[in-house]
């Protein structure tokens, strides 16, 4: 295979790509989440965490990682009865929910508008500064994903934990832990009430409704039913069922379909959110390099994801992340029929909006058959 390189205003082409590296003789795969920021990628589960009753809470992007751009946290638990937090705000952490596994339930107030969604593998809620939130998690191995901006609020968990997560077998959770409602609701009344600080406003007259029908609530609201529309503005919350939310087809080099949760609009142009999903490259393709002012990170959602940068290739299977500062050269593309990640981006003009700007609307999760 042929890549094309660019880089600055001389352009190189490889009659071979980079070297395939693995954690053991890499200098980029880590096992550790590195203090400072580099180009690193990081194996699912591999990143440090804590314990909050049953919940582990691991950051493969932390933020010192990423100079505080945001935090990218990985929450794994079993299904509970109660809720898993109890409600309150933040007022400078804007706060995003996807979920990667099983299902939970998600509960946003502001403006007197309360509203919950039961969300399935896929589905995305937005929480915008300054909204009462909590979530409930309803599977027995439910995994979400989370991104916090700015970057450092895993502070907050390590402040609540009763210690720091390890498991040989690389465990998703401890399948021993205790349910008492106590644990499984995380801290308590009192104890959140101190963490202001750590910017959470406990909000105890929150009383969630639990009025939902086919996993939503009030009715007049479109889940799985219909298309999910971004808020207009960077303040609303709102929430997109997976595929029910923008698309958009690019076909410069092979076929990505960008689905973004958060544009410049939404975040008063702080981060974007996106999944891309990319069908296989093909052996004539010419791979353009990419570089971004922002720094970005990738979550692989499905299939395999190869990104070469700083000479290695990187293979990243379900999972992994990669953290890619700004300003470093890199490419990637898919070896495999179907990949799709979550790329998380900072500022308003990353590789997905990018993609978005370079291709047209497209009312389709899949790109076309040729
Ligand atoms: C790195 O290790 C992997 C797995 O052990 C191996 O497949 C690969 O060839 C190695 N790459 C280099 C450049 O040594
Ligand atoms: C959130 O609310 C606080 C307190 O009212 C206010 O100072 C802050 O500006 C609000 N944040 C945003 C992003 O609106
Ligand atoms: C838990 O992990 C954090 C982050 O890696 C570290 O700063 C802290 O010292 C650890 N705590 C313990 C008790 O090992
Ligand atoms: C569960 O609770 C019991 C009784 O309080 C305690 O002995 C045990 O250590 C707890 N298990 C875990 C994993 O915390
Ligand atoms: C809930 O879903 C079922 C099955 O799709 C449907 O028949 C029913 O009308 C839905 N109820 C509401 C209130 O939308
Ligand atoms: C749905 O109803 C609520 C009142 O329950 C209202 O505040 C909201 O604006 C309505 N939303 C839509 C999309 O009509
Ligand atoms: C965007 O980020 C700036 C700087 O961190 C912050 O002051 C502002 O509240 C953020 N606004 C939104 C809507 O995210
Ligand atoms: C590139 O390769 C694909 C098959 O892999 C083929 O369908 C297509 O026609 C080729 N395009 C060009 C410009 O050669
Ligand atoms: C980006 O990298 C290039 C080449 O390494 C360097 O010349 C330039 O100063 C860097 N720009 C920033 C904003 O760091």
């Known amino acids: 295979m042929r890549y094309s390189f660019t880089l600055g205003a001389a352009a190189f082409a490889f ?33 440090g965490g804590c314990v909050v009753g049953q919940q582990i809470y691991r950051f493969p992007v932390t933020g010192p990682s990423s100079d505080y751009a945001f935090s990218l946290i990985q929450t794994n638990a079993p299904g509970s009865t109660a809720l898993g937090v109890l ?83 690389l465990s998703p959770y401890d399948p021993s832990a205790n349910a008492s409602s106590d644990s499984a609701a995380g801290p308590s009344a009192s104890l959140i009430a101190t963490l202001e600080g750590f910017d959470v406003y406990a909000q105890p007259d929150f009383s969630p409704r639990y009025d939902a029908i086919n996993g939503t609530a009030p009715s ?17 919350p709102y929430f997109v069922a997976k595929d029910y939310g923008p698309k958009y087809l690019n076909s410069q080099n092979g076929y990505q ?4 949760f958060v544009t410049a609009t939404q975040s008063a142009s702080n981060f974007t959110l996106s999944t891309i999903t990319t069908d296989r490259v093909s052996s004539n393709t010419t791979v353009p390099t990419r570089t971004f002012v922002g720094h970005a990170a990738f979550e692989v959602l499905e299939g395999q994801l190869q990104v070469e940068m700083l000479g290695e290739k990187l293979s990243l299977l379900q999972g992994d992340v990669v953290f890619i500062p700004r300003n470093t050269s890199y490419i990637y593309y898919s070896e ?33 058959t040729s």
């Not at 099983?102 to 502001?110: A, E, I, S, V």
């Not at 007049?220 to 609303?236: E, Q």
């Not at 379909?257 to 973004?260: C, H, L």
Request: proline share 7%; no cysteine; aromatic share 12%.
């Open 257 to 260: 379909v960008i689905q973004p």
């Open 87 to 169: 409600p309150h705000l933040h007022e400078v952490h804007y706060e995003n929910f996807f979920n990667f596994r099983g299902r939970f339930q998600l509960w946003t107030d502001k403006y007197d508008d309360q509203n919950t969604r039961v969300l399935l593998p896929g589905d995305y809620g937005a929480v915008p500064h300054n909204t009462t939130h909590t979530f409930q998690i309803l599977d027995p191995d439910t995994e979400m994903l989370g991104v916090i901006q700015p970057g450092g609020f895993e502070n907050l968990f390590y402040a609540l934990s009763s210690g720091n997560y390890s498991s040989t077998t």
């Open 15 to 47: 009659a071979t790509a980079a070297p395939v590296t693995s954690p053991s003789n890499s200098s980029i795969w880590v096992t550790e989440v590195p203090t400072s920021v580099r180009p690193y990628a990081i194996q699912h589960y591999l990143a």
């Open 220 to 236: 007049n609201t479109t889940w799985h039913t219909g298309s999910n529309a971004l808020a207009t503005d960077a303040y609303t």
């Open 336 to 368: 495999v029929a179907y990949t799709k990640f979550m790329h998380v981006g900072q500022g308003g003009e990353g590789l997905d909006s990018a993609l978005i700007a370079a291709g047209e609307s497209w009312d389709s999760p899949v790109w076309p």
